[in-house]
């Protein structure tokens, strides 16, 4: 189970992460989503530790990551897959991460095999080694100790399509057996195949939390019309918030009914109006995230102070 409650973040005079409340909880994978700079990589260097909340809290467990017994046993994080030594071998990186969590040694083959790079991969320097190669030795030190819950950020990042279909496949199936997962990631489609739940951030601050199926259910309505720009001064005059959908549709955020009344009284005829369910969580996303903006990112390199926090 992860916990973020009302975290706040700052760095210096800006604010990365504004009262954040959602949850994790165990047997579910959780979609963190959000546009650059909106506050998705400031919440996970929190949750694990790497940075201190300035106010509120980010737990596993009911614990501080910094207070976790030999937390690797715990907490699998994968935030960066290129912080990884160049100059050693794949299994070279696994077998001291072993030695480090106090696993046995043969989890290193286990876990090597597991994200298919076992045999010549494994000796190869990780300097070598392709962006979807350490994607899969990320995960693969991730899992290594055996951990209850999975922090991810953009583990799918240089995965070619084959490799996304089995990262997705792993990680329903360590959910399905128990597991927490909080993954961030751009890929909407693959977020949409695999989690359970969702929490949608924007300018630091969270817009949306919840089950996919309750969000993608109140995604607002699907509305077309013959005069778009007639359809559009309707909506703004009913102080409804629309964006552009497919096909020259608009996605307007609110129910059918509204969002119909609103154009017949400005004499505007509909060749569509529906629920926007159906739309999937591409449009759920540009809906929740139109206003949102990077302009609270967090620097991307934290002072040496902020570092030691």
């Given at each position: 189970m992860i916990e973020i409650e009302h975290l706040t973040r700052r760095y210096g005079t800006q604010l990365a992460v504004?009262?954040?409340t959602f949850s994790?909880?165990?047997?579910?994978?959780t979609g963190f989503l959000g546009p650059n700079g909106a506050g998705k990589s400031t919440t996970l260097r929190t949750l694990c530790g790497l940075a201190a909340p300035t106010s509120?809290?980010?737990?596993i467990g009911g614990r501080q990551y910094r207070e976790l017994p030999n937390p690797g046993r715990h907490v699998g994080v994968l935030l960066d897959a290129g912080a990884q030594h160049a100059g050693r071998t794949g299994g070279e990186v696994l077998t001291l991460t072993a030695k480090v969590l106090g696993v046995p040694r043969t989890r290193v083959g286990e876990m090597l095999q597991l994200v298919g790079l076992d045999g010549g991969a494994a000796g190869k320097r990780v300097g070598k080694?392709?962006?979807?190669m350490r994607q899969r030795l990320g995960l693969a030190t991730a899992l290594l100790g055996d951990p209850e819950v999975l922090v991810l950020d953009e583990p799918a990042n240089g995965l070619d399509p084959e490799g996304i279909y089995w990262m997705r496949g792993l990680l329903r199936g360590f959910a399905d057996r128990g597991g927490t997962v909080l993954l961030?990631?751009?890929?909407?489609r693959e977020v949409e195949a695999v989690a359970d739940r969702l929490a949608v951030i924007a300018g630091g601050?969270?817009?949306?939390s919840g089950s996919k199926e309750e969000l993608l259910a109140a995604a607002g309505t699907v509305v077309r019309a013959r005069e778009r720009v007639a359809l559009e001064q309707a909506l703004a005059a009913a102080g409804i918030r629309y964006d552009a959908a497919e096909d020259g549709a608009l996605l307007a955020g609110d129910e059918p009914?509204?969002?119909?009344?609103?154009a017949?009284?400005?004499g505007v005829p509909l060749l569509e109006l529906r629920p926007a369910s159906g739309a999937g969580l591409e449009e759920l996303f540009r809906s929740l995230t139109h206003a949102g903006g990077p302009a609270d990112a967090a620097p991307t390199t934290p002072t040496a102070q902020e570092a030691r926090a």
């Open positions: 504004s009262d954040v994790c909880p165990a047997g579910t994978v509120g809290s980010a737990t080694y392709s962006l979807g961030s990631s751009h890929l909407l601050r969270l817009v949306a009914e509204p969002v119909g009344i609103a017949a009284r400005a």
